[in-house]
């Protein structure tokens, strides 16, 4: 056989020998328990990066381990190609405005450009051996996914839990649509606190605020009713300064007494605790700023300006006129679109929403009875649930995703759902069946889409083909596992949970795996955005190969982030020569084997197999745990230490030599060599497929019933010999302190030496006693003598 290992032809070689004989296809027929996986769909918004390499990878070995503990694995696939994220990269990709083309046009190319992606995705993750069911593919724009959202948005709507109101509303300027709270981050920037002066009465009334420009829209000030400094203006009015109209002064316990001047001016909107003053005392709206984030015509002094140049007009206006007392330079937290960073205003709008506030007790319920793995990422989610302020706000003012599925009559205003054998549908190129209750026959489209988390929170009943002629809803759900990223738990984990609750009334997944990051650097997560990631994974792959990328990323405790360096590949090329090696060592040892043969076994060959057989316990218990990481670095002390450094050195006269030692002795090491050897393969074969697999293929499938490396289950032994492994343990300490004394002295380790004395418990010494011409051999002893201590 070659001498080094060629990954470049062996990848594909065995890439290919997976698809030509369905290994990993999931069967409907099966009687064996199905373990189902809810994969995250990637986005469709640009090339992926070593972050995407890193979580998926970990979650296609847990599909791996569960296949090889006998389960029927369902592990689809999907790509989420619909919504704002494929929008801004089309829009990016073709150097075009989706405002300045028909509505048609814009979404062919968001079609062509998400297929182009989607293709890119799938090669990438085959180039990476994944052992996906490609036949149960899905994207979130196909027409039988935007039949199962339709459907779901039609079901929440008839059962109250889907409305559409005007209110205060999270708006991106940028990206022009109305957003979700989900869908904000927090960033601290530096700005300024603008000590204006208002009057109430003949008095001076300073108010500190960052939003100047929202001057006009001021309706009312708020001061803490325990603040003694302020209560002889509860009740009053003061006049707006520069437009010199009055407002209410009330009191809130909301208002901090030490921030700024502890009066706060509550305008429309400048965060979202003006949103809910507002509407909790029942204040007037005025307008100010508009939906592409410029000040509305009518505003005197600024109307027409942005916001930031409106803002330094108003501070110009207040300085000249004496009415600014000071500024402050402070940091702030503001909220920005998490797509492209952009400040939120806060607009009222006609928008659809799933009520959310009103079943929180509901969903932290459901909580408990998920297992979290890593389990402090429940707290996440618990405090995401408890901080919540808004209902979800599902509709969106953008062109590329699934329409929601109403008219409106245009005589009495009535909402008309699509019924649901129409779906899916698009309310803007059709019409109801049938007339409104009024009788009228005139509809107002909906020309709003779903939220993309909208459609991909249902990825359970997705993968269910959820009220589809092949629906298995009853088999799959609820599912086996979800695994994401732990900054998603606020979006795609609590919007699956609560779409799941409202349509099934049960949890969505029994587990959820919750990976890290990948840093570029301390804070910074690699992403397509920042631009970050260095080198492609498609260059990583060609230039290190596959498994090498694969063994890497399963070198971290779940759910802890890490930093990617190219040094790190070096241990994961180590580990494939060493793998190679030990196989090219035992291969002609082995090539005559008669495993049915009738043998002794040997105490070091026992105590090889007894360790192979406690590793693979270790390993099972952790991956049971999701513990990739920590299963592998137990796997790799077994074979590292324990079979390589010393049970291969041990044994190798006796496999070259049976002469010498004895040719039953010979079959005890070679049925030693020939067991851990496979269950080496098995045990690895979940981190490093492809070199696995091939020389699976190579030796061992000609001895086995199984096709495949990947088709064969582990077979764990939880009763492990105590005493055996003590023998191990005590043996190793003995050629440990042999090597150490000739290193000391300066000897090869081939040099002879002419006595070791071995002290052991007398219930070793007849094991010892056994292996003495093995460690003759392996030590160039010349006598060895067993002492009882």
Known sequence: MQKKYDFRQVEKEMQNFWKENSVYVFDPESRCEIYSIDTPPPTVSGSLHIGHIFSYTQAEMI?????????????????????????????????????????????????????????????????????????????TINPMVQRISQKSF???????????????????????????????????????????????GEEDLIVATTRPELLYGCVCLFVNPEDDRYRQYIG??????????????????????????????????GDSTDAEWYMSYNLPYRKVILPDGTIDESV??????????????????????????????????VAVHERCGREIEIIPSKQWYIDILSNKELFLKAADKINWYPEHMKSRYVSWVENLKWDWCISRQRYFGVPVPVWYCRNCGQVISASEDMLPVNPVETVPGEPCSCGCNEFLPESSVLDTWATSSLTPQINARWGEENDISGRLLPMSLRTQAHEIIRTWAFYTIVKSLYHTGDIPWKDIMVCG????????????SKGNAGLSPKELIENHSADVVRYWAA??????????????????????????????????????????AEFE????????????????????????????????????????????????????????????????????????????????????????????EYIYQDFFRK????????????????????????????????????????????????????????????????????TINDIKACCHAKEIEIRIN
């Open 517 to 528: 990051f990948v840093l570029a650097k301390k804070g910074e997560k690699i992403s397509k």
């Open 555 to 596: 070198n971290f405790k779940l759910g802890t982030d890490t930093f990617f360096s190219m040094d790190e590949f070096g241990t994961a090329k180590r580990f494939i020569t060493k793998l190679w090696n030990a196989f090219r060592f035992a291969r002609p040892h082995l090539q005559y084997i008669d495993i049915n």
């Open 236 to 269: 009053k009015t003061a006049v707006v300064p520069l437009y010199n109209y009055e407002i209410p002064i009330l009191t809130d316990s909301r208002v901090d007494i030490v921030k700024g001047t502890g009066v706060v001016m509550c305008a429309t909107f």
């Open 703 to 770: 001895h086995e019933k199984s096709i495949s490396l990947h088709r064969l289950c582990w077979e764990t032994e939880e009763t492990v010999d105590e005493n055996i492994i003590l023998f191990g343990e005590k043996l190793k300490d003995v050629i440990a302190e042999i090597r150490k004394y000739k290193t000391g002295k300066a000897l090869s380790m081939k040099a002879e030496i002419e006595k070791v004395v071995i002290e052991a418990d007398e219930k070793l010494v007849g094991l010892f006693e056994q």
């Open 601 to 692: 076994l040997m105490p070091v060959d026992r105590w090889i197999i007894e360790r192979c057989k406690q590793t693979m316990v270790y390993a099972e218990r952790l991956l049971e745990q999701y513990e990739i990481g920590s299963a592998r670095h137990k796997i790799d002390d077994f074979f590292w230490k324990d079979f390589c450094d010393n049970y291969l050195e041990i044994v190798k006269e006796r496999l070259y030599q049976p002469e010498k030692h004895g040719h039953r002795q010979r079959l005890s090491a070679q049925f030693a060599l020939y067991f851990c050897m496979l269950n080496l393969l098995k045990l690895y074969a979940i981190y490093v497929p492809h070199i696995t």
């Open 63 to 139: 599909a791996r381990f569960k296949r090889m503990q006998g389960y029927n694995v369902f592990y689809p696939f999907g790509f989420d190609d619909n919504g704002l994220p494929t929008e801004r990269l089309v829009e990016k990709e073709w150097g075009i405005s989706a405002k300045d083309l028909k509505r048609r046009e814009f979404v062919k190319k968001c079609i062509e450009t998400a297929a182009k992606y989607e293709k890119e995705f799938k090669d990438l993750w085959q180039s990476l051996g994944f052992s996906v069911d490609w036949s149960l593919q899905y994207e």
């Open 154 to 200: 039609i079901r929440l709507f008839k059962d109250g839990k889907a409305y559409m109101k005007e209110s205060p509303v999270l708006w991106c300027t940028e990206c022009q649509t109305s957003i979700a709270q989900a869908e904000l981050d927090s960033v601290e920037k530096e700005t300024t606190f603008n000590y204006v002066k208002f009057k109430s």
């Open 300 to 333: 005197p002094l600024i109307g027409g300006l942005e916001v930031t140049p409106a803002r330094r007009e108003i501070i110009r206006m207040l300085s000249e006129k004496g009415l600014l007392s000071g500024a402050q330079s402070i940091m702030h937290t």
